[in-house]
């Protein structure tokens, strides 16, 4: 990879100081110039209005794979300004990866505004080293100097693996880092593990609506990136008082660059308490409920069972409940211990979001649903006569 200046274009707009990241352009007789600084993120060709700046990506053969080490897993902050789960989930992962690795080092890139404490739990989780980015214009995210970032530290350190939860951040992310530097991706995997002989990183992924494993593999380019689904991995157990490196990143950014501007956060006043890709029991409601009513006989049971309430696309798009609750392809992807199906008859749509969970019960009257295919536990019958009777179940168990 590589990033010049054609002095021919350049006007001396100097549109490129303020869009630089790493503060590493610097004007001279009026024609951009970069300094060692420079980390070749790419954030000043995409500003430049005359194409004077050009980043040039090198072809797939021309990659030295034995310049990149270490496993990088890129940490999440949530609206609490706290590590979220999932980074908890992919520092073991990576832990358990890196044994795999002649024990790599493994580091957390942290970025967002007042962090300083997050340092102690992602050391607590099993990193080896920390980035820390603290800048005002990361406090919440966005697309543009998330990536910009990113980008740059990736450029300059050369991790051999980066890991991202496979949350919406996460997602649009990776998607865009990806992008800029030229690298394969590999999204919302399940599964993990190095080719002992290739040391390649094996990623596993469903296909085809959950009915086909693929494991797929970046054999040419670095570093080897993936997206997780949060609830997949197991975090290792907590180690109050551990020590990491923590690496300060003093980054120059200017909000007058950012596209976009955060308004006005929304929170989530359905009722709904419990988040989706957290919870360890759903209950999923689908068409055939038959109204927005009868999700109360859903509702019943996940209360009985300390459970979230999922839905499918369909009663989602006919109004019967908010679209926070979807599960499925468009929706929320989820891993829970147990999954109840209720009047779901199983399209790959929500199949490719749910058919992941450790205990999946089907409830349909329609014994040829294809939500049988993938279902531990079937139950073939009228869901407003199964349901209640689950629930009478539970109370005399005395779970109610």
Same mark, same amino acid.
């Given at each position: 990879?590589? /990033?010049?200046?054609?002095?021919?274009? $350049?006007?001396? !707009?100097? %549109? &490129?100081?303020? *869009? +630089? #990241?790493?503060? @590493? =352009?610097?004007?001279?007789?009026? /024609?951009?110039?970069?300094?060692?600084? $420079?980390?070749? !993120?790419? %954030? &000043?060709?995409? *500003? +430049? #209005?005359?194409? @004077? =700046?050009?980043?040039?990506?090198?072809?797939?053969?021309?990659?030295?794979?034995?310049?990149?080490?270490?496993?990088?897993?890129?940490?999440?902050?949530?609206?609490?300004?706290?590590?979220?789960?999932?980074?908890?989930?992919?520092?073991?992962?990576?832990?358990?990866?890196?044994?795999?690795?002649?024990?790599?080092?493994?580091?957390?890139?942290?970025?967002?505004?007042?962090?300083?404490?997050?340092?102690?739990?992602?050391?607590?989780?099993?990193?080896?080293?920390?980035?820390?980015?603290?800048?005002?214009?990361?406090?919440?995210?966005?697309?543009?100097?998330?990536?910009?970032?990113?980008?740059?530290?990736?450029?300059?350190?050369?991790?051999?693996?980066?890991?991202?939860?496979?949350?919406?951040?996460?997602?649009?992310?990776?998607?865009?880092?990806?992008?800029?530097?030229?690298?394969?991706?590999?999204?919302?995997?399940?599964?993990?593990?190095?080719?002992?002989?290739?040391?390649?990183?094996?990623?596993?992924?469903?296909?085809?609506?959950?009915?086909?494993?693929?494991?797929?593999?970046?054999?040419?380019?670095?570093?080897?990136?993936?997206?997780?689904?949060?609830?997949?991995?197991?975090?290792?157990?907590?180690?109050?008082?551990?020590?990491?490196?923590?690496?300060?990143?003093?980054?120059?950014?200017?909000?007058?660059?950012?596209?976009?501007?955060?308004?006005?956060?929304?929170?989530?006043?359905?009722?709904?308490?419990?988040?989706?890709?957290?919870?360890?029991?759903?209950?999923?409601?689908?068409?055939?409920?038959?109204?927005?009513?009868?999700?109360?006989?859903?509702?019943?049971?996940?209360?009985?069972?300390?459970?979230?309430?999922?839905?499918?696309?369909?009663?989602?798009?006919?109004?019967?409940?908010?679209?926070?609750?979807?599960?499925?392809?468009?929706?929320?992807?989820?891993?829970?211990?147990?999954?109840?199906?209720?009047?779901?008859?199983?399209?790959?749509?929500?199949?490719?979001?749910?058919?992941?969970?450790?205990?999946?019960?089907?409830?349909?009257?329609?014994?040829?649903?294809?939500?049988?295919?993938?279902?531990?536990?079937?139950?073939?019958?009228?869901?407003?006569?199964?349901?209640?009777?689950?629930?009478?179940?539970?109370?005399?168990?005395?779970?109610?």
């Amino acid at each position: 990879m590589a /990033i010049y200046v054609e002095a021919a274009k $350049c006007i001396g !707009c100097e %549109a &490129c100081i303020p *869009a +630089c #990241p790493y503060a @590493a =352009i610097e004007m001279v007789d009026d /024609i951009a110039t970069f300094t060692e600084d $420079c980390t070749s !993120c790419g %954030a &000043c060709a995409y *500003a +430049c #209005p005359t194409g @004077a =700046i050009v980043l040039e990506m090198g072809a797939r053969d021309e990659v030295d794979t034995t310049e990149y080490s270490g496993i990088w897993v890129v940490g999440e902050v949530s609206s609490d300004n706290e590590l979220a789960g999932v980074t908890a989930e992919l520092l073991g992962e990576a832990k358990r990866l890196a044994a795999d690795l002649d024990d790599a080092e493994v580091s957390v890139v942290v970025m967002g505004h007042n962090i300083d404490h997050l340092a102690a739990a992602a050391a607590g989780w099993g990193a080896d080293k920390i980035y820390m980015v603290d800048h005002e214009v990361l406090a919440r995210y966005r697309t543009g100097p998330f990536t910009d970032v990113l980008t740059g530290l990736i450029n300059k350190h050369k991790p051999e693996i980066v890991l991202y939860g496979a949350t919406t951040k996460g997602r649009d992310f990776a998607s865009r880092v990806a992008a800029r530097i030229k690298a394969g991706l590999t999204a919302d995997c399940t599964e993990l593990s190095i080719n002992p002989e290739t040391k390649l990183l094996e990623q596993t992924r469903p296909a085809f609506g959950g009915n086909v494993m693929a494991t797929i593999l970046c054999e040419f380019t670095r570093p080897q990136m993936a997206t997780v689904r949060p609830k997949v991995m197991s975090p290792q157990d907590f180690v109050e008082g551990a020590e990491a490196e923590v690496v300060p990143i003093n980054v120059s950014l200017d909000e007058k660059t950012v596209a976009t501007k955060i308004l006005e956060v929304i929170h989530d006043d359905s009722g709904s308490d419990v988040n989706l890709t957290e919870a360890d029991i759903i209950v999923s409601g689908g068409r055939g409920l038959g109204g927005p009513e009868h999700f109360a006989v859903v509702e019943e049971l996940a209360n009985a069972l300390g459970a979230a309430v999922g839905a499918s696309r369909a009663t989602v798009d006919a109004g019967w409940i908010p679209a926070t609750h979807q599960v499925g392809q468009t929706g929320k992807t989820v891993h829970p211990k147990l999954y109840i199906a209720c009047g779901i008859s199983g399209a790959v749509q929500h199949l490719a979001g749910m058919s992941s969970s450790d205990c999946i019960v089907a409830i349909n009257k329609d014994p040829d649903a294809p939500i049988f295919n993938v279902a531990h536990y079937g139950i073939v019958g009228d869901l407003f006569q199964v349901v209640p009777a689950m629930v009478a179940a539970l109370k005399e168990k005395g779970r109610v």
